[in-house]
Each structure stands twice: as C-alpha cells, then as structure tokens.
C-alpha cells in the first residue's frame, strides 16, 4: 500500500460532485485496512476503507463511524510524532564540525552551545546534554 502514498484519489459524491484528495496514510484497524485521505484544496482529513475493486484498481469508501475515525485518526497522529522525532533525530546528528564524538562536557571547542538542540531553542530544564 506505500506505493499509493501520495497517489491523487477522486471520490465522487451521490449528487455527481467530484472532490479531489491524495492518499496521506493507511493503516491497519480491527482486521481491515482504512486510507487517511487529505483534500487538496483544504487539507480536510477523511477516513476510508480500502477494498480491491473489479477493475484492479482500489476502492475508497469513506467510513462513518466515529470510534473507526478516531482510531485511525489517533495511529496517524502517533505515526505524525514518531516521523517528526525521527527527522529531528537525523538533523540532530548533522553536525558540519564533526565534533559531536569529542563533545562530552559543555567546554566544547566547536562553539555549540549543548543546553540547546541543532536548532538552537533551549532545551527543558530536566534535560541537558552531556
């Protein structure tokens, strides 16, 4: 299913409207898989399942039932954090001193100022590095 991340989806409403997304996400709940749509215009998430259709392609059925919503909503917001600490993590180590193997007190030679992360906000006062 990665390989449709970011793939553009039309649904198309009982009236004939058409509404444009593109897939954000998909994620396995109580036995079935659902897709995160984000609308293109206005970033509106909406919660679908995914099901083979006749044609080879995949079906989007939006789900309306709110603990089904909720659930898949919340694993979207843990992936979000998870992703989003791990890009940190990865601009964290990108040190252009190189010093971050000698840095081990806060006398470090390099100028970095280690009470503050890469991106220079402080950190919380329960934190410091070493």
Excluded at 16 to 42: C, N, Q, S
């Amino acid at each position: 299913m990665d390989e449709f991340i970011g793939a553009p989806v039309e649904l198309s409403a009982p009236d004939g409207r058409v509404f444009r997304f593109h897939v954000k996400f998909f994620a396995p709940y109580a036995g079935e898989t659902y897709a995160v749509l984000e609308h293109d215009e206005d970033g509106q998430l909406l919660v679908t399942t995914v099901e083979p259709a006749e044609d080879g392609q995949v079906a989007f059925t939006v789900v309306g039932e709110e603990d089904i919503i909720s659930a898949v909503l919340e694993k979207l917001a843990a992936w979000s954090v998870a992703a989003a600490l791990e890009k940190e993590d990865a601009e964290d180590e990108d040190c252009d001193c190189g010093c971050h193997d000698d840095c081990h007190d806060h006398d470090c030679p390099c100028g970095h100022d280690h009470d503050h992360d890469a991106h220079g906000r402080p950190l919380p006062s329960y934190i410091r590095r070493a």
